[in-house]
């Protein structure tokens, strides 16, 4: 096993516990990330809808200020200008500012006029339960508040937009209908749709400062009365040998891949296709194939504590403890134990979380590929129930809020570009960031497997014979054949070198045809006592 953590690591596979990489030989679920796994994230703005008509960006990027309403792009400029983070931007950002470059647009003037101190401005950060992200400042005198996010987050706090003249005007049924007609459009092209925003602030609205909160942790201010500019579509590109990576796994290696993405349900789907985790050739997606995290959630009736020792003849569980749904969990790595841990009233035994409903949970894992706008719960309670079921899982994640799923997973698979508590909480940590590195781990942890196989099969073989040897010339000629020195050599030569021999076999594609290894698989089954029996006949 030590010779493979090193190899592993020369193939992307940091290894940080021993027995991660046998597991990896056993995992049949693997529940992985969008963004950073699948693709490169890398964003690229390929589609820019303003003044009520969606522009595309890729093949000229002077075409809104070609052929857009002035007023209307200006805005949709300043609001990301304003918005992005220049200094440490992410993925996201980063595909912004190269979109306004491309597009001639000077952002750093921008910021330095409208904001140029910290004191200046208030920002309204994006989190994966606000889903977007706002800036407080003043221009002209005037208090202004400029948001960008989710889409459908953004449109629905909106109640004006900026028509094909360049005006502000109420949000008409028509618009709106139109308008999410082109962003579904947008999505089924697997781009990711973000909405851009803005509003002028009343003295004293929400508060001197306005940032008095609502609920959610949106704020007041955040609430409505907001002018819909426009949205961007953009597109982040597959990964080298994503789409064959998930073909052998899946069709070949018998594990099941599901996605877990916070992006929406037409992007998460339209991605899921394009790497094989859907199936490419269908026109429509069967019932419980994809559905958003909250259905998921609601459908399987949350989360519970539950005991398998406490199991009736029935197969029905005992009542134990529970407690109300909860989609914060907190993990406290140096303690490695999840704040939740709790105890069987009756055996005294720990509980295990799962889903209220497993019998729904069962039904909808058998055929659920692709988890939308998924939230950090969601993805801990899919973990949790598949492991209550049998199963061995596998789990990627990059952020903090995967923590907690990497940590209840068999194996935790961490990207390197990662947050430390992330990386904290895995097993294995993927130095190239590329979901192929899995089927590599894959193929390791069974070539492991049947390594130990392989050097058993053969220890006993020559243990035996030596056995035999002796008792049979002790009982016959009074006398055994070897000496204890000669014992002893025979087993520091076969040990050493077998071990060596056996230990070192580089793994093959042929491991991938198979099934994983069940957890309580034998190592001595009855092809290999058979295969020792004529081992032993031969010596």
Known sequence: M??????????????????????????????TDKTGTLTK??????????????????????????EAP????????????CNTNVEDANATEMGFLKFLEASQYDYNAVRKRLMPD??????????????????????????????????????????????????????????????????????TRALRTLGVALKRLA????????????????????????????????????RDRVLEAVTILTKKAGVTVRMVTGDNYETAV???????????????????????????????????WLCKKCEDEKGKNQKVAVEEDKQELVLDIESKKESEEKTCPNCNSKLEVTAKNMGEFAKITESLRVISSCRPGDKYLLVAGLRYMGNIVGVTGDGSNDAPALKKADIGLAMNAGTDLAKDAAGIVLLDNNFASIQTAVNWGRNIFDSIRKFVQFQLSVNVVALVLAFVGAAIISESPLTAIQLLWVNLIMDSLASLALATDSPTMDQLERPPVKKDEYIITKVTSSVIDRGCCRT
Request: aromatic share 10%; hydrophobic share 35%; with cysteine.
């Open 2 to 31: 030590a010779y493979s953590v090193m190899k592993m690591y020369q193939e992307n596979n940091f290894v940080k516990t021993l027995a991660a990489c046998e597991t990896m030989g056993e995992v049949n679920n693997i529940c």
């Open 41 to 66: 994230n890398l964003m690229t703005v390929l589609e820019v809808w303003v003044g009520e008509k969606p522009y595309n960006v890729e093949a000229d990027h002077n075409i809104l200020s070609k």
């Open 70 to 81: 002035k007023e209307a792009v200006d805005a949709f400029f300043e609001v990301l200008a």
């Open 118 to 187: 910290s004191h200046s401005y208030d920002r309204i950060l994006f989190t994966s339960s606000r889903k977007k992200s706002s800036t407080l400042l003043k221009k002209d005198g005037t208090d202004w508040l400029y948001t960008f996010g989710n889409v459908m987050k953004i449109l629905e706090s909106c109640s004006k937009i900026f028509n094909k003249e360049g005006k502000e005007v109420a949000l008409t049924e028509d618009m709106k209908h139109d308008l999410l007609d082109n962003i579904t459009k947008a999505n």
């Open 203 to 238: 003295p004293g609205e929400c508060g001197d400062d306005h940032l008095d909160i609502v609920r959610d942790e949106i704020y007041a201010v955040e609430e409505g009365g907001l002018t819909f500019v426009g949205y961007l579509g953009l597109r982040d590109q597959l």
């Open 270 to 304: 339209a991605i899921a296709k394009e790497c094989g985790i859907i199936d490419q050739s269908a026109t429509g997606i069967e019932k419980d194939v994809a559905m958003t995290g909250f259905d998921f959630y609601e459908r399987v009736g949350g989360k519970t």
